[in-house]
């Protein structure tokens, strides 16, 4: 059990029979009246964030998050199939608890699924891909207005906004939490 005079950002808890993160957190010492601590918490497996006051002693449960690479082998329409690399042991998850999680991530890539209590909640792609256009237009020469972007396809289907200058067929590195283009690979 921790108590709420505890927190610190990052701290995983059990809190009305979900998992929450602490995203933000902040003692507060009115003037009048006790203590309270003020927090911003994220639902691990809705995703949603809820602003919730505590007293200092109040106790709840931590949650212990375990987090295991596998590797994403392929779908087929409403589940997912995992192999962890140690055991060999495959995994299914069906597409509705994986959200849009693996947008960037193509087959044979390694990703960490987020367990509590045996129960797979979430999926983390790495923060980093690197996957090759299969469909953009063509940048024109006098194009250049500072900043532009075009839409383009990459391999796993997803659409990014990159530079003028990129083109069919060649490989650029995408930030997976923001769907942003980085570069060139």
Excluded at 25 to 50: C, D, I, M, W, Y
Excluded at 123 to 148: C, H, M, R
């Amino acid at each position: 059990m921790i108590s709420a005079g505890d927190f610190k950002n990052g701290l995983t808890i059990e809190l009305e029979g979900g998992i929450f993160i602490i995203t933000d957190f902040q003692h507060v010492k009115p003037g009048k009246g006790a203590a309270f601590v003020r927090s911003t918490l994220k639902n691990l497996e809705t995703g949603s964030t809820v602003e919730r006051t505590f007293r200092p002693s109040e106790k709840m449960p931590r949650a212990h998050i375990d987090r295991r690479d596998l590797q994403y082998l392929y779908n087929d329409g409403t589940l997912y199939y995992f192999m962890d690399n140690e055991t060999f042991e495959q995994l299914e998850i069906n597409a509705a608890d994986i959200g849009d999680s693996l947008t960037f991530v193509k087959e044979n890539d390694t990703v960490q699924v987020l367990m509590h209590n045996g129960r797979i909640f979430g999926i983390e792609p790495p923060l980093f891909v690197e996957l090759e256009i299969t469909e953009t237009e063509p940048g024109f020469k006098g194009d250049t207005a500072q900043g532009a972007t075009k839409p383009a396809t990459v391999e796993t289907g997803a659409i990014v906004k990159v530079p003028l200058f990129v083109s069919t067929g060649e490989k650029i590195k995408i930030d997976t939490r923001t769907g942003e283009y980085l570069g060139r690979a």
